[in-house]
């Protein structure tokens, strides 16, 4: 596992970016690293801009700003735009092709599209695509201990909403397997 992680997540408000980084970065303080969690959204609730960056680390963190990610989630076609070319070489870009034109003319990183969308939606998780996405991005990069992971998604899930503790799991099972 590369230390320390430079992780960013972008979309539209209301895609649960904000939800995802969270559970990313109390999975890392899960399991003992360094943690900074930056998010970042536009005035309006719903449909305005929304990204988080997140850093893991096992060494003290001198700032929660990353201007390169090394990991880039993409959840709709403008953070696609706006920050894959961002992404540090050697990189790595996860977006929902769903959504999503993942074309890029850069060949310096790896990129993976999942159609978390439509498997969300399909297996009764509508609203769930961020956590599918979350799960693609465990898969590729291993950023935590899969119990870390599980631990986190129990700790975000707000206490009167425990019911969706299954679903969010489910969710990231999916973006496991696909």
Known sequence: ????????????????????????AYAGLIDGKEVSWLPSYGPEMRG???????CLSKDPIASPYIEFPEFFVAMNQLAFNKFA???EEGGM?????????????RKDM??????????????GLKGLA????????????????????EKAVVKCVPEGR????ELNLKAIQLGIEN
């Open 130 to 149: 961020n956590m599918v996405m979350t799960g693609k991005l465990f898969k590729e990069l291993s950023f935590c201990a899969f119990d870390s992971l």
């Open 1 to 24: 596992m590369k230390d320390p992680m430079h992780i960013l997540i972008a979309g539209y408000g209301g895609q649960g970016i904000l939800f995802s980084g969270k559970v990313i």
């Open 93 to 105: 870009v996860v977006y929902d092709s769903a959504i999503i034109n993942g074309a890029t003319e």
């Open 162 to 165: 425990t019911q969706l503790i």
């Open 110 to 123: 790896q990129i993976f599209g999942i159609d978390a969308v439509t498997l969300a939606e399909d297996s």
């Open 48 to 54: 305005g801009s929304a990204n988080c960056t997140i």
């Open 85 to 87: 070319s961002t992404v």
